[in-house]
């Protein structure tokens, strides 16, 4: 009986070591920053009222390895701050060096705006649109 009672001991040890030995998975193990270039915005007013603004923003991220992580727009008086937040890996790992072009759409929140001329900002691309009337629902 106590030899079994061993061998069992013994398993259930091992199971554990190696268990033990297994590489940790890190949850985020991220770099962020703003390293996308913006080569170009492309505005697009969609026809509803209240009006609807998207911008088509195009570019490139610097290696294979860094992908976009988010793109915030931040209104300031009559301008739209766009902000492109990107993240790569970090450790040694291997990337292409090679430049990869990204196009996203970002909605920017213009309900309740008053008419007039706004221009949209990221890096050194600017574009403008105009609002012919207030875009707000009237009651």
């Known amino acids: 009986m106590k030899k079994k009672q061993f061998i069992i001991l013994t398993l259930v040890l091992t199971v554990f070591l190696i268990s033990a030995c297994q590489p940790s998975q890190a949850t985020d193990d991220y770099t962020y920053g703003q390293n996308a270039t913006v080569e170009s915005l492309n505005i697009l007013i969609l026809e509803s009222f209240p009006v609807q603004v998207e911008v088509q923003v195009s570019g490139y991220l610097p290696d294979g390895c860094?992908?976009?992580?988010?793109?915030?727009?931040?209104?300031?008086?009559?301008?739209?701050?766009?902000?492109?937040?990107?993240?790569?890996?970090?450790?040694?790992?291997?990337?292409?060096?090679?430049?990869?072009?990204?196009?996203?759409?970002?909605?920017?929140?213009?309900?309740?705006?008053?008419?007039?001329?706004y221009t949209v900002i990221a890096q050194e691309q600017e574009a403008a649109f105009i609002l012919e009337v207030d875009n707000e629902i009237s009651d």
């Open 66 to 117: 860094t992908e976009l992580d988010e793109i915030t727009a931040e209104r300031e008086g009559q301008e739209f701050i766009l902000t492109v937040r990107t993240r790569r890996p970090t450790g040694d790992i291997a990337c292409t060096q090679a430049l990869v072009p990204f196009e996203e759409t970002v909605v920017l929140d213009v309900e309740g705006l008053e008419a007039g001329t």
